[in-house]
C-alpha cells in the first residue's frame, strides 16, 4: 500500500474547491468520508465516533447537497455579515465559559 492513511484524504481535498475558490458540498464531504477508515485503527471505542460522523455526512448530503440549497437553508438577507458577526460573539462567550470553568479549575477536564 502506497502512502498513508491519509492520502486518499489529501488526494480528494485537490477537488473540494470550486474554480471561483468556493467549497463544494458533496466533495467536501466524500473528503470527510475518506477520514472514516483512519477511526477504525483506533479499535472498536470509536466505533460510535465513526458511526456518528457517517450519520452526519449521510444527513448533510440530504439537507444540503450543494452550496446554493446551504445558503437558502439558512436565510436570507447579508448571510456574510450575520456569519461574521456571529463567529466574533460566539468566539467571546466560549472565551468567557473558559474563564469561568478556569475559576472553578474545570477547564482541563476529560470527557
Not at 464531504?29 to 475518506?34: G, I
Not at 465513526?50 to 445558503?71: A, C, Q, T, W, Y
Amino acid at each position: 500500500m502506497e502512502g498513508s492513511l491519509l492520502s486518499p484524504a489529501l488526494e480528494a481535498l485537490e477537488h473540494v474547491r470550486s474554480e471561483d475558490g468556493k467549497i463544494l458540498t458533496k466533495p467536501f464531504l466524500d473528503v470527510c468520508k475518506t477520514v472514516l477508515p483512519i477511526l477504525d485503527k483506533f479499535g472498536g471505542a470509536f466505533s460510535f465516533v465513526k458511526s456518528d460522523i457517517g450519520g452526519n455526512i449521510e444527513v448533510g448530503l440530504k439537507l444540503v447537497p450543494d452550496r446554493k440549497s446551504f445558503m437558502e437553508a439558512i436565510g436570507t438577507g447579508d448571510l456574510s455579515s450575520d456569519i461574521e458577526k456571529f463567529c466574533d460573539s460566539f468566539s467571546l462567550v466560549l472565551a468567557e465559559n473558559h474563564k469561568v470553568l478556569a475559576s472553578v479549575n474545570m477547564d482541563n477536564r476529560k470527557i
